[in-house]
């Protein structure tokens, strides 16, 4: 089993090598003219105004958040899926008993999901918790057409 | 020397190192960049243990998941990788002291620790018998895992949730 | 023997991963320009076949200039987690019976945690740059790719439910015509059951989304953003991106073929029997000639699967960001759940036959 981890790992090296060389051989080909101009951060051709930091939306780090946990079930069940086959085909209560256990686990987090999703946490941008409640307060629209209005 | 000897040998000398540029560097951005790589020795040394499944897991669950979190927190805080905390040799002394404290500790529980004979069982397969322990003996921890998850799921999205006011926030 | 994985490394990076993924720029811009009836590049060489060697040398030849303000060890840092990313899985790839360069005993799931590298690097170089345009676009780029790596772990958990083993030449042994092996085949995974056939397209999808293709293009949107996260990366920095971006298209369609269409396996035949009577000066050539097929077999696959992926991309219009994350957590995640389930319902009611298998065996056939 080392060797063949040994050989998936050349390949990783082999490819991190690649970037620096080929940087490195090309540092003799190319021309290098550093001009103010050219080293300025680019914005569509204006000067740039202000630092290069924006106030982001807190969603980015929710759904970091929730991938991780997600990223942890994945993992989880992985080895256990491997054992379904042999267990159905060798037929008695141990299918049962895998296929019980590994969508326990699977439900669990799936009610974690629903949890969010009820509560909005996985919008993008965040609607109302209670759709009717905001559809008859004005806060948001509802994009239902009439029919009078309808073209097709 | 084996070339797995020397494997394991450059797996320790990179995760010290980069353990200690992520205890002592005043820039907090380079400290989480160093966390990846002590991450990775770690995966490396789990694999020259014979351990592949959970150097796997390794990467993607702490490279992969636990340092992008890491690094949103970092990108989003204004100018957290700009402020020093300490200045000066001041910086060096807790960080110094925790270590000194944790290094002890384990060598104390090596010493202590009785390692098996790991030749004849490194070259199994590991996802096997992880599997048969998960639903087997471990099965009921499993299912408590899941339970732990989804409180710390919950709790962490309620900690992290967005306060609106009467405006939507703009999504971004 | 050491030596000889560096040599497998060498070979299938260096000869088949990266001038593939050159010419795949060229294949791109040809049958883009076919979709949008115009021709495309014709100058360079017969009908513009040396044009992505021209680009490469155009590229190779650029002034590399880093913005004023720039991380540069992180600047650095970052195309090299792309490509350790992105080629580092072609070794997993089983290109014929005997032709994988590591036959991990946890395969496809290794591939997984390299993807994890990719989103860490392009997070890191959109940071590096000191340009808050690439910095939004790299934000929204690991979003994405993070999110859609879920469902593409849960298809391929119907997968490893099916075939029982995590490693990859076996689950293409699993898919061979039933009448050969002893391995119990069936023919290929997507066609098992329903719910894989619905997986594959999940698998599909969130595949296209890691990749940052059309239609989720949208952190390298060229109306917005102008570049996207590479707006500061410029000549061969620029080319270290692009190709990991094509390489990652040909990883994943090469893992698509292989877990889900059956790999090296022809539909009606067992490669592995036919009886090519050719000998060369004593030797028996079968096995090489039966390679040869596999492993023609295997790139045709994946040339159809590149080409859809190029096909999509001058069809569909881009998605907006809060509808590529409403796709993924509200669509392609709790429908990969109920196909993973249905999967083990079906594998346990019919123990492990598929739907082929079972239509003949209601008609009475064998």
Redesign the interface.
Same mark, same amino acid.
């Given at each position: 089993?080392?060797?063949?981890?040994?050989?998936?790992?050349? %390949?990783?090296i082999?490819?991190?090598i @690649?970037?620096?060389l080929? +940087?490195f051989i090309?540092?003799f080909?190319?021309?290098?003219?550093?001009h103010?101009g050219?080293?300025?951060?680019? #914005?569509?051709g204006e000067t740039?105004k202000?630092s290069?930091?924006?106030?982001?939306?807190?969603?980015?780090?929710?759904?970091?958040?929730? %991938?991780?946990?997600?990223?942890? #079930?994945?993992? +989880?069940?992985?080895?256990?899926?491997?054992?379904?086959?042999?267990a159905? +085909?060798k037929g008695g209560p141990e299918?049962a008993?895998?296929?019980l256990?590994?969508?326990?686990? @699977?439900f669990?987090? %799936?009610?974690?999901?629903i949890? #969010?999703?009820k509560?909005g946490?996985?919008?993008?941008?965040?609607?109302a918790t209670n759709r009717k409640t905001a559809l008859e307060s004005g #806060?948001l629209k509802s994009r239902k057409i009439p029919a009078e209005q309808r073209t097709v | 020397m084996a070339?797995?000897d020397l494997?394991v040998l450059s797996c320790i000398v990179l995760g010290a190192l980069s353990a200690a540029v992520v205890a002592f560097h005043p820039n907090i951005l380079y400290a989480a960049i160093a966390l990846v790589f002590s991450l990775l020795s770690v995966a490396?040394l789990y694999?020259?243990l014979?351990a592949?499944?959970l150097a796997a897991?390794q990467l993607?669950?702490y490279v992969?998941?636990?340092i992008?979190?890491i690094l949103?927190?970092i990108?989003?805080s204004?100018?957290i990788y700009r402020g020093r905390f300490v200045e000066g040799f001041r910086r060096f002394i807790v960080p110094f002291i925790i270590s000194m404290v944790v290094l002890v500790g384990l060598v104390r529980l090596m010493r202590r620790a009785g390692w098996p004979k790991t030749a004849e069982i490194?070259?199994l397969?590991s996802?096997?018998p992880?599997?048969?322990a998960?639903?087997g003996p471990y099965?009921l921890v499993?299912?408590y895992?899941?339970?732990v998850?989804?409180s710390?799921?919950?709790g962490?999205?309620v900690i992290?949730?967005?306060h609106?006011t009467?405006t939507?926030?703009?999504?971004? | 023997?050491?030596v000889f994985?560096?040599l497998?490394?060498?070979i299938?990076?260096?000869l088949f991963a990266m001038p593939v993924g050159g010419i795949c720029t060229y294949i791109e811009r040809k049958v883009s320009a076919d979709m949008q009836e115009r021709i495309g590049p014709n100058r360079v060489g017969p009908l513009g076949l040396l044009q992505f060697f021209a680009d490469g040398i155009k590229m190779?030849?650029?002034?590399?200039?880093?913005?004023?303000?720039a991380d540069l060890p992180i600047y650095?840092l970052a195309?090299?987690l792309v490509?350790?990313g &992105? *080629?580092?899985a =072609?070794? *997993?790839i089983p290109f014929a019976k005997y032709v994988i360069?590591?036959?991990?005993?946890i395969g496809v =799931?290794?591939i997984m945690a390299?993807g994890s590298l990719i989103s860490l690097g392009i997070l890191l170089g959109a940071w590096s740059?000191?340009?808050?345009?690439s910095?939004?676009g790299g934000?929204r780029v690991?979003?994405q790719i993070? &999110?859609y790596?879920?469902p593409l772990?849960?298809a391929v *958990?119907s997968i490893?439910?099916? &075939?029982?083993?995590?490693s990859m030449s076996g689950i293409v042994e699993h898919q061979a015509w039933p009448n050969g092996t002893a391995a119990g085949g069936h023919f290929w995974n997507v066609f098992h059951n329903p719910f894989l056939f619905i997986n594959f397209f999940i698998y599909f999808i969130s595949a296209l989304a890691e990749c940052n293709r059309t239609p989720f293009d949208l952190p390298e949107a060229e109306s917005e953003l102008?570049s996207g996260f590479n707006?500061?990366f410029s000549?061969?920095?620029f080319g270290?991106y692009a190709l990991a971006e094509f390489a990652d298209v040909i990883m994943f369609s090469c893992v698509a073929t292989a877990i889900f269409l059956g790999g090296w396996h022809l539909p009606f035949v067992n490669i592995g029997e036919l009886n090519i009577g050719l000998r060369l000066g004593g030797h028996d050539l079968t096995p090489l000639i039966q390679t040869l097929i596999m492993i023609g077999v295997f790139l045709a696959k994946v040339s159809v699967l590149v080409f859809v992926v190029m096909w999509i991309r001058w069809t569909l219009p881009r998605l907006r960001?809060?509808q590529l994350?409403?796709l993924c957590?509200?669509y392609l995640?709790?429908i990969g759940?109920v196909n993973?389930?249905g999967c083990?319902v079906w =594998?346990?009611v019919f123990?492990?036959a598929s739907m082929l298998q079972v239509t003949s065996r209601l008609l009475g056939v064998h």
């Open positions: 089993m080392l060797q063949e981890l040994g050989n998936a790992l050349s %390949f990783v082999l490819a991190a @690649l970037p620096p080929i +940087l090309s540092k080909f190319r021309p290098s003219y550093p103010s050219k080293l300025t951060t680019y #914005e569509c740039p202000g290069a930091y924006v106030q982001f939306n807190n969603h980015f780090y929710l759904v970091a958040i929730v %991938f991780l946990v997600f990223d942890v #079930e994945v993992a +989880l069940l992985f080895p256990v899926m491997t054992l379904f086959r042999d159905v +085909l299918a008993q895998v296929f256990l590994s969508f326990g686990f @699977l669990i987090l %799936f009610v974690g999901l949890y #969010e999703w509560k946490d996985i919008d993008w941008i965040k609607v #806060e | 070339l797995v494997f490396g694999g020259a014979g592949d499944f897991v993607i669950i992969g998941g636990i992008v979190v949103f927190a990108m989003m204004e100018n490194m070259n397969p996802t096997g992880i599997g048969q998960l639903v099965a499993f299912q895992v899941a339970i998850l989804l710390g799921l919950i962490a999205v992290a949730r967005p609106y009467e939507k926030g703009d999504g971004t | 023997m050491a994985s560096v497998a490394a060498v299938i990076i260096l190779f030849l650029k002034e590399d200039t880093a913005p004023k303000n650095n195309p090299i490509m350790a &992105s *080629l580092g =072609f070794a *997993l360069g590591a036959d991990l005993d =799931f290794y390299l740059s000191d340009n808050k345009w910095l939004l934000m690991a979003a993070i &999110s790596e879920i772990g849960i *958990l490893v439910l099916v &075939s029982g083993t995590l102008v707006t500061e000549g061969m920095r270290l960001v809060d994350m409403a957590w509200k995640i709790p759940f993973l389930v083990a =594998f346990w123990k492990g």
